[in-house]
């Protein structure tokens, strides 16, 4: 369910992405970012890796959703939930991750593009939870 309207792709609800953007042009793992549509953005990391990100502002990001993006925008490498009041569902979460994609807040994100496999970035919730898990 879209945050203010049904249009794909789901246009954010103050018009910009700016602190997306702000975060990422401050972060020492991305070397440049550029916006290659509405909600689509090109981020190259220090690597050189060029990753598709696109930004959305859906209440509830579920495997429906991802579908829908594959199909109106083709390929991304990664989802960025831009919003406080937005999430994603853990089955999406677990289906873009077998897709090789990232599925991420903002400060998810941040934390990931640390890591050459992106997609596989565990949160720290999800961290303790396998410590929890695997103490039994």
């Known amino acids: 369910m879209a945050a203010r309207s049904d249009v794909f792709p789901w246009p954010s609800h103050y ?6 953007e702000e975060r990422m042009k ?7 970012l ?7 953005y090109e981020l190259t990391r220090d690597t ?10 859906c209440y509830s990001f579920g495997v429906a959703q991802f ?3 594959q199909n109106q925008l083709g ?12 999430g994603y569902t853990k089955d999406a979460r677990e289906h873009c991750r077998a897709a090789q994609v990232g599925l991420f807040t903002i400060a998810e994100f941040m934390g ?4 050459e496999d992106f997609w ?10 396998e410590k929890a898990a695997r103490r039994g």
Not at 15 to 20: E, I, L, N, V
Not at 26 to 32: E, F, I, L, P, Y
Not at 75 to 86: G, T
Not at 120 to 129: I, L, S
């Open 48 to 57: 050189g890796q060029v990753l598709r990100v696109f930004i959305c502002e």
């Open 67 to 69: 579908i829908d993006v």
């Open 75 to 86: 390929h991304v490498d990664v989802v960025i939930i831009n919003s406080n009041w937005c």
């Open 15 to 20: 018009g910009h992405f700016r602190f997306f």
């Open 34 to 40: 550029a916006s290659a549509e509405s909600g689509v």
């Open 120 to 129: 596989n970035y565990q949160t720290p919730a999800e961290r303790e939870r």
């Open 26 to 32: 401050g972060h020492g793992r991305v070397a440049n």
């Open 112 to 115: 990931a593009l640390g890591q």
